[in-house]
């Protein structure tokens, strides 16, 4: 029968296999042949692993939020520390809503954290959904509006939107305003142009989708400078310390085929637990 000392051995022994599959990036394989075993022994040894989260001192913090989603199956909702370089909360979920944005950051409050901004992406209804500021994640904009005129615009008008786009992040709120109301007077007129069913006689606008694009930049506007208008909080102007974070976890998880889902997502948690 196990005495106290052998199961303090074998908790350890299970940490660093534990260690070895997922920050060493072996496979089930690789850890058997390693210990001379068989890969169920190595199973067995990860089944009863725990995920033990750090407690940090709660303080003044600006919240980076998100959400990066595994397949079909699941997704993740984050809420980071970008200055302490910490993710303070997670959550699994099958899809993101604004509630649990809210929850999440009211938990975060209830436990002692002061949240004094918020960096995230423009799901409608989030950036006005909050008490603090709403900083428009640079990243998330530039990439809705590209999901609408693509990469490589054929239009001349989706060419200079996505021309202005790229000089977001190196200009103030005054000098992006007026490049895009240029771009408007430039342009407005074309965006206007309809186009009408021969058949239905129902008519559509001809550009539709260019006009999504402008009238998305136009509508985050209000958000997308929140960062130059509070320079003592040092808000990022971008969600890209989670999008990293999220980049290495799916990195990694793609070298362990086969995993059940509670499986992924304790692979999940502990990189979320030491990013």
Same mark, same amino acid.
């Given at each position: 029968?196990?005495?106290?000392?052998?199961?303090?051995?074998?908790?350890?022994?299970?940490?660093?296999?534990?260690?070895?599959?997922?920050?060493?990036?072996?496979?089930?394989?690789?850890?058997?042949?390693?210990?001379?075993?068989?890969?169920?022994?190595?199973?067995?040894?990860?089944?009863?692993?725990?995920?033990?989260?750090?407690?940090?001192?709660?303080?003044?913090?600006?919240?980076?939020?998100?959400?990066?989603?595994?397949?079909?199956?699941?997704?993740?909702?984050?809420?980071?520390?970008?200055?302490?370089?910490?993710?303070? +909360? /997670?959550?699994? !979920?099958? #899809?993101?809503?604004? %509630?649990?944005?809210?929850?999440?950051?009211?938990?975060? @409050?209830?436990?002692?954290?002061?949240?004094?901004?918020?960096?995230?992406?423009?799901?409608?209804?989030?950036?006005?959904?909050?008490?603090?500021?709403?900083?428009?994640?640079?990243?998330?904009?530039?990439?809705?509006?590209?999901?609408?005129?693509?990469?490589?615009?054929?239009?001349?008008?989706?060419?200079?939107?996505?021309?202005?786009?790229?000089?977001?992040?190196?200009?103030?709120?005054?000098?992006?305003? +007026? /490049?895009?109301? !240029?771009? #408007?007077?430039?342009? %407005?007129?074309?965006?206007?142009?309809?186009?009408?069913? @021969?058949?239905?006689?129902?008519?559509?606008?001809?550009?539709?989708?260019?006009?999504?694009?402008?009238?998305?930049?136009?509508?985050?506007?209000?958000?997308?400078?929140?960062?130059?208008?509070?320079?003592?909080?040092?808000?990022?102007?971008?969600?890209?310390?989670?999008?990293?974070?999220?980049?290495?976890?799916?990195?990694?998880?793609?070298?362990?085929?086969?995993?059940?889902?509670?499986?992924?997502?304790?692979?999940?948690?502990?990189?979320?637990?030491?990013?």
């Amino acid at each position: 029968m196990c005495n106290k000392k052998c199961r303090q051995k074998k908790r350890v022994q299970t940490k660093e296999i534990w260690k070895e599959f997922t920050h060493g990036k072996q496979t089930h394989t690789q850890i058997a042949q390693q210990y001379g075993r068989s890969t169920k022994w190595v199973q067995r040894q990860l089944k009863g692993i725990k995920i033990e989260k750090r407690e940090l001192a709660s303080d003044e913090v600006v919240i980076v939020m998100d959400t990066t989603y595994f397949k079909r199956l699941f997704g993740v909702m984050v809420w980071r520390c970008p200055h302490r370089k910490k993710n303070l +909360l /997670w959550k699994f !979920l099958l #899809y993101e809503t604004i %509630g649990a944005y809210k929850d999440g950051i009211e938990m975060l @409050e209830a436990v002692g954290w002061k949240v004094q901004a918020i960096v995230c992406d423009g799901r409608r209804g989030l950036l006005q959904g909050f008490s603090v500021p709403v900083q428009m994640c640079h990243f998330h904009q530039a990439a809705i509006v590209t999901r609408y005129v693509t990469r490589r615009p054929k239009l001349d008008a989706g060419q200079d939107l996505q021309s202005l786009m790229r000089h977001l992040p190196h200009v103030g709120e005054a000098q992006f305003t +007026l /490049w895009l109301e !240029l771009w #408007y007077d430039k342009w %407005g007129t074309f965006l206007k142009e309809r186009t009408t069913d @021969e058949l239905t006689q129902r008519w559509h606008y001809t550009h539709r989708r260019l006009r999504s694009a402008y009238y998305s930049v136009k509508r985050n506007l209000p958000n997308l400078f929140i960062y130059l208008r509070h320079p003592a909080l040092h808000i990022p102007n971008t969600s890209n310390s989670l999008e990293g974070i999220f980049t290495h976890i799916k990195k990694n998880m793609r070298l362990h085929g086969g995993l059940r889902i509670h499986q992924k997502q304790l692979m999940i948690e502990e990189f979320l637990r030491v990013e």
